[in-house]
């Protein structure tokens, strides 16, 4: 008699993006004739860079010939792009062996599989506001006893609240946690930690044989350089830190999908040995993975070439752009906001106290406008918003437009 995993029945009702279409779609059966503008979701709007599109189409003319074909690649990626990858991050001080990279289909796929790696009874911290699938992947995973209403959270799980009083920077847990999830720029406060700040997380890992989970899949949106873009700018970091990131939000890779894992061969954690854990992932995914596209590859190494690099550059500069609007925007009606600087989401307190969902269904029915609660991403999101900078800049001003013409201090 087969029995359904028990874990998935603790995740928390509701992931995020399914109600806000439920209260939209809500909202456009008894107002047909609303245009709705999103500002919402982070996905990416604007057409891929020329130079990418060529390679992968070149790609594409080598695979229609049989003399040229190729079918599954390494389960690792392809050594070209793993080579390309490590000279990126020359760029940052940052040396890295290219066996030390894992390509994959996507940062998130490797942020939910990455806790395969620890113990189930692993105690793990999370940032609180943060993406949700930290915390949903070690939900599946089995690492908590269940959600808590009344704590807004799961069980087991150590929160690190990122509030207004921190400048949402987490503060080092106050007990002793195994594993710690950091995402900067953090979506969705839009904060990114200073070298100081990740070298506090850095030591308390190196001291209680903790690892970090280190996402940096905005780290070309971090325009202010004395800030980190990868954790290995920290001394010490090779040894307590794994790192994802990812082609969707610089390149446009949201659809075309790749990304990649960084495990070092110094890693270690209480029970392992030097590469031992890069050893693990690399059995884990040639178990259960086969190999990123290799049209996607083709345009992930061009993202990395000279010519590439530009086009990304340029292609992030518009989305900053729209930060920049929304920001200024938001700002000229007395919203306060953070973010928006080195990262696309922009974290704007709610007015006179609403909750996050209040004026998310304030803004959708007054303003027609489409946002993120922030409650959504953690119990310290309530009481803010995350506005999107990805959209077509005509349609950004145009949201913003119309939130300043209608609204009347959320009354
Ligand atoms: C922090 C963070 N990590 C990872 C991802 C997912 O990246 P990918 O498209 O490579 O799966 C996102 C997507 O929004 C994200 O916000």
Redesign the pocket.
Same mark, same amino acid.
């Given at each position: 008699m087969a029995r359904i995993n028990d874990s998935f029945t603790k995740l928390s009702a509701g992931y995020l993006f399914p109600e806000i279409a439920r209260r939209t779609n809500a909202f456009l059966k008894e107002n047909p004739d609303v245009e709705l503008m999103k500002l919402g979701i +982070?996905n990416t709007t604007e057409a891929l860079p020329k130079t990418l599109v060529q390679a992968m189409k070149d790609k594409l003319d080598l695979l229609s010939n049989r003399e040229t074909y190729s079918g599954y690649g390494d389960e690792q990626g392809d050594t070209p792009s793993r080579i390309a990858l490590k000279d990126y991050y020359k760029n940052y001080n940052v040396d890295l062996d290219a066996t030390e990279f894992f390509i994959s289909d996507? @940062?998130? @796929?490797d942020?939910a599989n990455i806790q395969q790696l620890f113990s189930l009874d692993s105690i793990i911290a999370f940032q609180d506001p943060a993406?949700p699938?930290y915390v949903d992947s070690n939900v599946v995973g089995g690492r908590t006893e269940g959600y808590d209403p009344l704590l807004q959270g799961y069980k087991n799980f150590v929160y690190l609240p990122c509030t207004e009083e921190n400048n949402f920077i987490p503060q080092l847990p106050e007990t002793k946690v195994d594993l710690i999830y950091l995402?900067s720029p953090n979506?969705p406060t839009g904060a990114v930690m200073t070298h100081q700040e990740l070298k506090r997380f850095v030591d308390y890992a190196n001291e209680n044989k903790a690892v970090i989970i280190f996402?940096s @899949?905005?780290s070309e949106y971090i325009k202010d350089p004395s800030l980190p873009r990868s954790i290995y700018e920290v001394e010490g970091a090779k040894n307590c830190s794994i790192e994802?990131n990812?082609?969707?939000?610089n390149a446009g890779f949201?659809g075309v999908?790749l +990304?990649w894992t960084i495990v070092p061969k110094q890693l270690v954690c209480q029970d392992s040995k030097e590469g031992q854990l890069n050893s693990m992932w690399n059995r884990r995914q040639c178990t259960f993975f086969n190999g990123a596209s290799n049209i996607a590859q083709a345009g992930g190494l061009s993202a990395l070439s000279g010519e590439g690099l530009k086009e990304c550059k340029t292609l992030v500069d518009y989305y900053m752009g729209n930060a920049k609007i929304i920001k200024e925007g938001l700002e000229s009606i007395s919203l306060v906001c953070y973010g928006g600087e080195n990262s696309p989401y922009i974290w704007a307190k709610t007015p006179n106290n609403m909750t996050s969902w209040e004026f998310f269904d304030y803004l959708l029915t007054k303003c027609h406008v489409v946002i993120t609660p922030g409650s959504g991403f953690g119990p310290s999101g309530e009481n803010y918003i995350r506005v999107s900078s990805y959209g077509h800049r005509e349609n950004v001003i145009k949201a913003i437009a119309s939130i300043k013409e209608n609204f009347i201090n959320g009354n």
């Amino acid at each position: 008699m087969a029995r359904i995993n028990d874990s998935f029945t603790k995740l928390s009702a509701g992931y995020l993006f399914p109600e806000i279409a439920r209260r939209t779609n809500a909202f456009l059966k008894e107002n047909p004739d609303v245009e709705l503008m999103k500002l919402g979701i +982070g996905n990416t709007t604007e057409a891929l860079p020329k130079t990418l599109v060529q390679a992968m189409k070149d790609k594409l003319d080598l695979l229609s010939n049989r003399e040229t074909y190729s079918g599954y690649g390494d389960e690792q990626g392809d050594t070209p792009s793993r080579i390309a990858l490590k000279d990126y991050y020359k760029n940052y001080n940052v040396d890295l062996d290219a066996t030390e990279f894992f390509i994959s289909d996507g @940062a998130k @796929a490797d942020a939910a599989n990455i806790q395969q790696l620890f113990s189930l009874d692993s105690i793990i911290a999370f940032q609180d506001p943060a993406y949700p699938v930290y915390v949903d992947s070690n939900v599946v995973g089995g690492r908590t006893e269940g959600y808590d209403p009344l704590l807004q959270g799961y069980k087991n799980f150590v929160y690190l609240p990122c509030t207004e009083e921190n400048n949402f920077i987490p503060q080092l847990p106050e007990t002793k946690v195994d594993l710690i999830y950091l995402c900067s720029p953090n979506n969705p406060t839009g904060a990114v930690m200073t070298h100081q700040e990740l070298k506090r997380f850095v030591d308390y890992a190196n001291e209680n044989k903790a690892v970090i989970i280190f996402d940096s @899949a905005y780290s070309e949106y971090i325009k202010d350089p004395s800030l980190p873009r990868s954790i290995y700018e920290v001394e010490g970091a090779k040894n307590c830190s794994i790192e994802i990131n990812s082609f969707s939000k610089n390149a446009g890779f949201t659809g075309v999908r790749l +990304g990649w894992t960084i495990v070092p061969k110094q890693l270690v954690c209480q029970d392992s040995k030097e590469g031992q854990l890069n050893s693990m992932w690399n059995r884990r995914q040639c178990t259960f993975f086969n190999g990123a596209s290799n049209i996607a590859q083709a345009g992930g190494l061009s993202a990395l070439s000279g010519e590439g690099l530009k086009e990304c550059k340029t292609l992030v500069d518009y989305y900053m752009g729209n930060a920049k609007i929304i920001k200024e925007g938001l700002e000229s009606i007395s919203l306060v906001c953070y973010g928006g600087e080195n990262s696309p989401y922009i974290w704007a307190k709610t007015p006179n106290n609403m909750t996050s969902w209040e004026f998310f269904d304030y803004l959708l029915t007054k303003c027609h406008v489409v946002i993120t609660p922030g409650s959504g991403f953690g119990p310290s999101g309530e009481n803010y918003i995350r506005v999107s900078s990805y959209g077509h800049r005509e349609n950004v001003i145009k949201a913003i437009a119309s939130i300043k013409e209608n609204f009347i201090n959320g009354n």
